[in-house]
């Protein structure tokens, strides 16, 4: 059982990176909606705004470098798949 300060401290640094974390995972899954339905330029533009977040998260250290760097490997390539797609 943690002491109560350190108690204190993570509910503290849970609390300020709660919002980036989410904020991060929900714009990653708009990205992905959109790169489902096949609107290219919607998907570009979220899929840009959620590589920035989740580079924040990552810079912050709110999540690890290798896992925002993964997530983001992951949602580029679903996009190039419907870039590709679209000009065939």
């Known amino acids: 059982m943690p002491s109560d ?3 204190r401290v993570s509910e503290r640094k849970g609390s300020r990176n709660r ?3 989410s904020s991060a995972r929900t ?3 708009k990205a992905e909606e959109a790169i489902e339905e096949g609107n290219f330029k919607l998907a570009q533009d979220s899929t840009k705004e959620a590589l920035k977040l989740l580079d924040q998260a990552s810079s912050k250290g ?3 470098k290798n896992n925002a ?3 983001k490997s992951k949602l ?3 996009l190039n798949q419907i870039d590709l ?3 065939t």
Do not use: D, G, Y
């Open 69 to 71: 760097a993964r997530r």
């Open 27 to 29: 714009s990653v899954k």
């Open 5 to 7: 300060k350190s108690a």
């Open 85 to 87: 797609i679209e000009n």
């Open 62 to 64: 709110i999540i690890h």
């Open 76 to 78: 580029v390539s679903k």
């Open 19 to 21: 919002p980036l974390r």
